[in-house]
């Protein structure tokens, strides 16, 4: 008896460790959890951090291209052309100097404006009666010549000429005095009339072909021509 009675006295002492046992689990599983979630929110604190950095340096570079731009912009408008205008020049058409088959002229450009400017290229010169209608076509460049930029001080000149052919020279046909002169400075649209000299100029009526050329005219140039 006594010892069954021991025995039912070792099996009431066991039974409450076995709870106490299987706390040790629960206890570890929710300190992993608070682990977990510790390492959960430094991730997301990292994650936001870079990406504050990426925008930070993103910044810099859209300042930098704006810069650029606005020196090309600068730079371009600097840059603008100082060609000689129409307004700005004086023009002067000389007196006739004869050779044998056509009559030569000078053309003078005197840059009365207060600023340096350029002359590049050849100058439009066409004739014109009393009326001002325009007699046969206009002068032809003359191709054997290279031309050059002329800068021109203020009071400065620089030099052409036009030659115009003996309007009794065949295939010509038509022979008509030219009283007014219209000259288009090299690169400009606007033209200034000057008056021929006295007793007109005798011009070809007749339009320029490939075996006639009823005027030539030079490219502008430093020295008088």
Do not use: K, W
């Not at 052309?81 to 100097?97: D, E, K, M, V, Y």
């Amino acid at each position: 008896m006594r010892s069954a009675h021991r025995s039912a006295h070792r099996r009431v002492l066991t039974g409450p460790t076995a709870p106490s046992r299987r706390r040790g689990p629960a206890i570890a599983l929710g300190i992993v959890g608070a682990a977990l979630l510790l390492a959960a929110c430094g991730s997301s604190s990292s994650s936001s951090t870079t990406t504050t950095a990426v925008a930070t340096t993103t910044r810099p570079t859209a300042v930098s291209t704006t810069t650029t731009t606005r020196a090309a912009s600068t730079t371009t408008t600097g840059a603008s052309s100082t060609s000689c205008a129409t307004a700005n020049l004086a023009i002067t058409f000389g007196s006739p100097n004869g050779t044998a088959g056509a009559i030569h002229y000078a053309i003078t450009f005197h840059n009365s404006g207060s600023s340096t400017c350029t002359l590049y290229g050849y100058p439009g010169v066409s004739f014109l009666t009393a009326a001002g209608s325009q007699i046969g076509a206009p002068a032809q460049r003359e191709g054997n010549l290279t031309p050059a930029t002329i800068t021109l001080a203020s009071g400065g000149n620089a030099y052409s000429s036009v030659s115009v052919t003996d309007p009794g020279i065949p295939p010509c046909s038509t022979s008509v005095s030219a009283t007014q002169v219209r000259i288009y400075p090299p690169g400009e649209t606007h033209s200034t009339l000057v008056a021929a000299p006295s007793g007109g100029i005798a011009v070809c009526g007749s339009p320029n072909t490939a075996n006639y050329q009823s005027a030539i005219v030079s490219p502008v140039s430093a020295t008088a021509i």
